[in-house]
């Protein structure tokens, strides 16, 4: 049973080019959250999203960045117009139920 | 209101001691506290997890104490081995917010 998984692994961009990150949840699992860390510090929710649907968005910046899970295909978060503030590790995790949230190994975004 | 204090940032243990991790909350409404191992490159494992009716949980030799009243929970790892040398975050998690509130995370060297 395969975990939850990432791609890519590590991402580069040049400041004002497009980041998109995508996330495939565990099988079975309906529920999917993005979650942001930055050096030294614990992750922050971004988004809660199941299938078709944004349930909650309040840690998402209200300009750039937005996400989506398709009926079809992985869930993916895009970044527009990055900046160097966006460097940082992005990590999705699914639930087979809202609490027991299980982790992909990341993305870890560049902003050069 | 959100905010899950941990600490220390940083902690060395010798081989065959107990690593002691703390986390203290302010939110009454937090209802599920997990913990989870953070190794470099890797995504958060979840390591276990207690709810508040319950005082103490054990899985092998890593425990969870619970302290409703003064609102403070730890992660205690027996017979420490340098295979836990890792980062460990501990979160709390509001029944209905979809969200995990993150520390900022421990980070344990166990030294042979």
């Known amino acids: 049973n395969a975990g939850v998984m990432q791609n890519p692994r590590h991402l580069v961009r040049r400041r004002g080019q497009e980041a998109r990150l995508r996330c495939s949840p565990m099988?079975?699992?309906?529920?999917v959250y993005w979650y942001r860390q930055l050096p030294e510090e614990g992750l922050k929710f971004m988004v809660y999203?199941?299938?078709?649907?944004?349930?909650?968005e309040s840690g998402m910046p209200k300009e750039r960045f937005s996400a989506e899970f398709p009926k079809e295909g992985p869930s993916i978060l895009r970044i527009q117009q990055v900046v160097r503030g966006d460097s940082a590790a992005y990590f999705c995790?699914?639930?087979?139920?809202?609490?027991?949230?299980?982790f992909g190994p990341g993305t870890r975004l560049l902003v050069l | 209101q959100q905010q899950v204090k941990q600490s220390p940032q940083s902690l060395i243990v010798q081989k065959g001691g107990i690593s002691i991790i703390n986390c203290a909350y302010e939110?009454?409404?937090?209802?599920?506290f997990p913990w989870y191992q953070q190794f470099p490159g890797k995504g958060p494992a979840l390591l276990i997890a207690?709810?508040?009716?319950?005082s103490e949980k054990k899985e092998g030799r890593f425990t969870i104490s619970f302290n409703k009243s003064a609102k403070q929970f730890s992660l205690h790892i027996m017979d420490s081995q340098p295979g836990d040398s890792a980062t460990y975050f501990c979160?709390?998690?509001?029944?209905?917010?979809?969200?995990?509130?993150f520390g900022k995370g421990t980070k344990l060297s166990v030294i042979p």
């Open positions: 979160a709390a998690y509001i029944a209905g917010s979809y969200q995990l509130t």
């Open positions: 099988k079975g699992h309906s529920h």
């Open positions: 207690i709810r508040p009716d319950v």
């Open positions: 939110n009454t409404a937090f209802d599920y």
């Open positions: 999203l199941q299938k078709e649907n944004i349930i909650d």
């Open positions: 995790a699914s639930s087979p139920d809202v609490e027991t949230q299980y």
